[in-house]
């Protein structure tokens, strides 16, 4: 790590004070200076989207919570000499979208989980935690506890559910598990209750129009990526390893933040990159999208024999994430029956 930690008897007890308080709110920072595609300021371009591919123009259009993303098409993925990209994971896709949606303008918090009559997952323990505070974000759920939630919130505002869960073992919030999930239509995109991204959703919603590493900029480090270090851009806009680093009983922790205190994307939205990482619907495949122009992808649930078989896609980095894992374009992975502290997930809704 590339801090020095002072082990003095005071700041020792100012560390502790900190690390008990993680979750006390703070000032959100002004957003970043909005950029039109702003590309790679080392020098490192994307490739040139055809004709075809058009992005629209990017504004907050945000209401209770939720912030509307108009279709469009953008170029998926990460230009082979951005530092730190996945060689195979992250191939540049031409990726269009054709139908507008709503996301939530943070990741889902713990008082929005509760506020359902659901107990709180969280883990507060560990090297790597959840916030102790309400409005932190909601942690330490499986994929399929992820999905059960949005059933269970389009249930309460009247809207079908997108989601069929079968045999399933556990209940919500105590590491639920099932052997079957699928959509309730035939695309995913044609259900009018809430939902997780596919990945290409989150991407688009991620990217807000640029180019860059992050929607704030590229970052400034290079050489080894597999490390913690500060990155300028980062700090305005995320919690990572850096600035959630608390060394508590022996252990460097880390612990999520009330959401929406860094700066927000041009669409409005908070925390796209560090905080909790968030549960996409998409299995993962480390080759998944290619580079062929893609339509709609993620549109159908993949099945397996079990559906505990497929690991799927997490985005976002995490809190205690590297500067490299903070990138729109990173790409991760978990088992879906896993419950992890720090991974979460934000909804979406198909806007008609």
Same mark, same amino acid.
């Given at each position: 790590?590339?801090?020095t930690? !002072?082990?003095?008897? /005071?700041a020792?007890?100012?560390?502790? $004070?900190? &690390?008990? @308080?993680?979750?006390?709110?703070? %000032?959100?920072?002004?957003?970043?200076?909005?950029?039109?595609?702003?590309?790679?300021?080392d020098?490192?371009?994307?490739?040139?989207?055809?004709?075809?591919?058009r992005h629209?123009?990017v504004?907050a259009r945000?209401?209770?919570?939720?912030?509307?993303?108009?279709?469009?098409c953008?170029?998926?993925?990460?230009?082979?000499?951005?530092w730190?990209?996945?060689?195979?994971?992250?191939?540049?896709?031409?990726?269009?979208?054709t139908?507008?949606?709503w996301?939530?303008?943070t990741?889902?918090?713990?008082?929005?989980?509760?506020?359902?009559g659901?107990?709180?997952?969280?883990?507060v323990?560990?090297?790597?935690?959840?916030?102790?505070?309400? !409005?932190?974000p909601? /942690?330490?759920?499986?994929?399929?506890? $992820?999905l &059960?939630? @949005?059933?269970?919130?389009?249930? %309460?505002?009247?809207?079908?559910?997108?989601?069929?869960?079968d045999?399933?073992?556990?209940?919500?919030?105590?590491?639920?598990?099932?052997?079957?999930?699928?959509?309730?239509?035939q695309?995913?995109?044609?259900?009018?209750?809430?939902?997780?991204?596919?990945?290409a959703?989150w991407?688009?919603?991620?990217?807000?129009g640029?180019?860059s590493?992050?929607?704030?900029?590229?970052?400034?480090?290079s050489?080894?990526?597999s490390?913690?270090?500060?990155d300028?851009?980062?700090?305005?806009?995320?919690?990572y390893?850096?600035?959630?680093?608390?060394w508590?009983?022996?252990?460097?922790?880390?612990?999520?933040?009330p959401?929406?205190?860094?700066?927000p994307?041009?669409? /409005?939205?908070?925390?796209?990159?560090?905080?909790?990482?968030?549960?996409?619907?998409?299995?993962?495949?480390?080759?998944?999208?290619?580079?062929?122009?893609?339509?709609d992808?993620?549109?159908?649930?993949?099945?397996?024999?079990?559906?505990?078989?497929?690991?799927?896609v997490?985005?976002g980095?995490?809190?205690?994430?590297?500067?490299?894992?903070?990138?729109?374009?990173?790409?991760?992975?978990?088992?879906?029956?896993?419950?992890?502290?720090?991974?979460?997930?934000?909804?979406?809704?198909?806007?008609?």
């Open positions: 790590m590339a801090s930690i !002072d082990a003095s008897p /005071g020792a007890s100012l560390l502790l $004070a900190l &690390a008990l @308080a993680a979750c006390a709110r703070t %000032a959100a920072p002004p957003a970043p200076a909005a950029v039109e595609n702003p590309g790679h300021s020098g490192c371009f994307g490739s040139k989207p055809s004709a075809e591919c629209p123009g504004a945000c209401e209770d919570g939720w912030c509307f993303i108009p279709k469009g953008y170029v998926r993925g990460s230009p082979e000499c951005e730190g990209r996945g060689r195979d994971s992250e191939p540049e896709t031409e990726t269009t979208l139908h507008d949606f996301i939530q303008q990741e889902v918090t713990q008082a929005k989980w509760t506020s359902l659901v107990q709180n997952p969280s883990r323990e560990g090297q790597v935690r959840d916030g102790t505070s309400s !409005d932190c909601v /942690g330490n759920m499986t994929w399929f506890e $992820a &059960a939630f @949005a059933n269970k919130l389009s249930d %309460a505002k009247g809207l079908p559910r997108c989601y069929v869960l045999r399933c073992i556990g209940d919500l919030a105590s590491g639920m598990v099932c052997e079957e999930a699928q959509q309730t239509g695309s995913l995109y044609d259900c009018d209750g809430y939902r997780l991204p596919t990945e959703e991407e688009y919603a991620a990217r807000a640029t180019r590493s992050t929607y704030a900029g590229d970052l400034s480090l050489g080894d990526s490390r913690c270090a500060e300028p851009t980062l700090n305005t806009i995320a919690w390893c850096w600035n959630t680093r608390v508590l009983g022996g252990l460097d922790t880390y612990s999520t933040r959401v929406a205190t860094r700066a994307n041009r669409w /409005g939205l908070y925390d796209m990159a560090g905080n909790a990482g968030e549960w996409q619907n998409d299995a993962f495949h480390g080759d998944s999208y290619r580079t062929q122009p893609r339509t992808p993620g549109a159908t649930l993949e099945r397996a024999a079990l559906a505990t078989a497929l690991a799927a997490t985005r980095g995490f809190t205690s994430a590297y500067p490299v894992m903070q990138r729109s374009g990173y790409r991760d992975q978990a088992a879906r029956h896993v419950r992890s502290p720090g991974l979460g997930f934000r909804l979406v809704r198909s806007a008609k």
